[in-house]
């Protein structure tokens, strides 16, 4: 692209983006042997797919088939373009992108001013809060719930203003139009399309997404106890879904993988509180609403995770609907239960004491058919066959749902046991479910792409070699790679060199992710052949498929042409061949 300056700026923010810290800022990675590995950040899966290697600084995830650079990852993972994640990883070098080329990068996408737009109405909304006069019943507030001004500001507290305009003059001030705003979901149209703010009156908390920029907020009324609702959330944006978006997941996920677990509660205010005890691997969903990719994106970096709802109908009720979509996603589940009418933010303002009883409580959380085999005890009189019954379907939806039969065994006496049941009836009724032993959740897997294997060695041994390449540009026939996709992918190594920094930058994406797929998965080939010696093989076979393939041309020309001169032709070019081959 563009002017050498553009290019060398290029290649300075890919040498300042080390492609294991870059991703690892996004998946755990695990070492293995000399790469390392982690669960596809695409896909759902329960064994690593994703491999990234330190030394050609490639990643590959064998699941999607995505792959290539450190700029392919940022490109794919965050749906930008180039462009667009050349400007991320600048700015996490700390590179500002020279102005002489700022207009040949372009503007920044919509994508890119949203994020923009998010971080700087928050910086504005905590100014209002600690320095503005209008801010002191906000900090009354926070005073009221015990929340220091050391927490607020680690989590980048703001107030907005009780003012029916207060964004949209700001934003005009800052050059944001209305219909931006709108979109930003930061000013509503009211009647006659007359916009006025969203959020007003309200204490702020940032939402972030799991890389740690600010996609929306969440806004605690502060003021009237009759203001409804008493939290108002962003709406759905170009940038922030509720449904995959987990409070809490940029600061908590280098704590949840270094532990293998995490801590699920829900709403803003539990988050804070239990960060604020020192429990740094909690997330929070929005109210109940848990989602299989929230499922999936605390699957990437745990095996286990702890359920901490609120001690109420509605929380229990949500805890037990989150219980299949993270089973499904492959987590041990088990879910903490805290005394009626407490919730994580209520119960630790209890100081040390609660703080240690917190603690003790998730330790001994019980796995979740435990929790739910109290609770089928709880909700039925056992002692009448009416109460069995009731109990034993409920619990069978749940033990049909393991899909180990060996695992499911062990647990079903036990529960025939708590529940006054024999085995057998058990059993008929997980029968009855209809789902028994069936997996969930997990993607159906695409047939593998049939490839040449000549040519697919020949890429590897180019890649892989780099002083093969002089040899292959003066002694391969150019007609041996005619009628072959990877054919055409030898051409362009031939043409570009087989180092990614120039190859991966005129390759398809499907051609970068077969390329990384090679680099980190070596076809079976005997390692003990030097070189020298697999080129001058691999070179004959392909000049041998090449004159095979040739000659049956050549024997159709002759039986269809006759005695024309083209077939007289076809045919000495026949002889020829076939005297090669000999």
């Known amino acids: 692209m563009g002017t050498p300056a553009f290019r060398e700026f290029v290649e300075a923010i890919r040498a300042a983006s080390d492609i294991v810290e870059v991703i690892g800022n996004y998946v755990p990675l695990k070492r293995a042997g000399s790469k390392y590995k982690a669960l596809s950040p695409f896909n759902s899966e329960r064994t690593p797919s994703f491999f990234v290697d330190p030394q050609k600084q490639v990643f590959k995830c064998f699941s999607s088939g995505y792959g290539g650079s450190v700029f392919d990852f940022v490109m794919q993972y965050e749906r930008l373009d180039f462009l667009g994640a050349l400007r991320l990883l600048a700015e996490r070098a700390r590179m500002e992108m020279p102005a002489s080329f700022r207009k040949e990068a372009g503007a920044p996408s919509a994508r890119e001013r949203l994020f923009s737009l998010h971080q700087a109405v928050a910086d504005w909304w905590r100014e209002l809060l600690w320095k503005a006069p209008e801010g002191e019943l906000c900090r009354r507030y926070l005073e009221s719930r015990a929340i220091a001004r050391e927490i607020a500001e680690t989590f ?75 939290y108002l959330n962003s709406p759905e944006t170009p940038i922030f879904s509720k449904g995959r978006i987990l409070l809490g997941m940029d600061r908590a996920k280098r704590a949840i993988a270094q532990e293998g677990r995490g801590i699920l509660c829900e709403g803003p205010m539990d988050l804070i509180r239990c960060h604020a005890a020192g429990f740094g691997n909690v997330v929070a969903v929005q109210g ?89 005890a709880r909700q039925n009189d056992l002692t009448h066959p009416r109460g069995r019954s009731q109990a034993v379907q409920s619990m069978a939806v749940w033990l049909a749902k393991i899909p180990d039969p060996i695992g499911r065994e062990a647990v079903v006496l036990d529960v025939a046991v708590r529940l006054g049941v024999s085995r057998s009836s058990l059993e008929e009724a997980i029968r009855r479910t209809g789902t028994t032993g069936k997996e969930h959740g997990m993607p159906s897997s695409a047939p593998p792409v049939q490839r040449n294997a000549v040519l697919t060695e020949l890429i590897w041994l180019l890649c892989e070699v780099p002083a093969i390449l002089e040899r292959a540009r003066a002694e391969l026939d150019l007609r041996w790679l005619e009628e072959s996709e990877e054919g055409g992918l030898v051409r362009k190594i031939l043409v570009s060199g087989s180092d990614p920094e120039t190859l991966f930058p005129i390759l398809s994406e499907e051609e970068r992710g077969y390329v990384t797929g090679l680099l980190l998965r070596p076809p079976p080939v005997d390692l003990s052949i030097v070189p020298e010696e697999r080129w001058v093989t691999l070179c004959r076979r392909l000049e041998v498929f090449w004159k095979q393939k040739r000659m049956r041309l050549l024997e159709e020309r002759v039986r269809a042409g006759g005695v024309t001169l083209e077939a007289q032709a076809a045919l000495r070019e026949l002889v020829d061949l076939r005297k090669s081959l000999d």
């Open 156 to 230: 980048g507290m703001g107030y907005a203003p009780n003012r029916w305009d207060g964004v949209l003059r700001w934003g005009a001030a800052h050059g944001y139009s209305v219909e931006f705003l709108v979109e930003a979901g930061l000013v509503v149209l009211g009647e006659k399309a007359r916009p006025y703010d969203r959020f007003r009156d309200r204490l702020i908390i940032p939402i972030a997404d799991e890389a740690g920029r600010i996609v929306g907020f969440s806004g605690r009324s502060v003021g009237s106890e009759e203001a409804a609702p008493k």
């Open 288 to 376: 109940t609403a848990l989602t299989e990719h929230h499922a999936r994106l605390l699957r990437r970096f745990a095996e286990e995770v702890i359920v901490c709802f609120d001690a109420d109908r509605a929380g229990e009720s949500a805890a037990v609907r989150g219980l299949a979509i993270l089973t499904e996603a492959g987590l041990d589940v088990r879910v903490a239960s805290l005394p009626a009418g407490e919730d994580p933010d209520s119960f630790l303002r209890g100081g040390e004491a609660a703080i240690a009883s917190f603690r003790e409580t998730l330790q001994r959380a019980p796995a979740y058919l435990s929790h739910l085999l109290d609770q089928a």
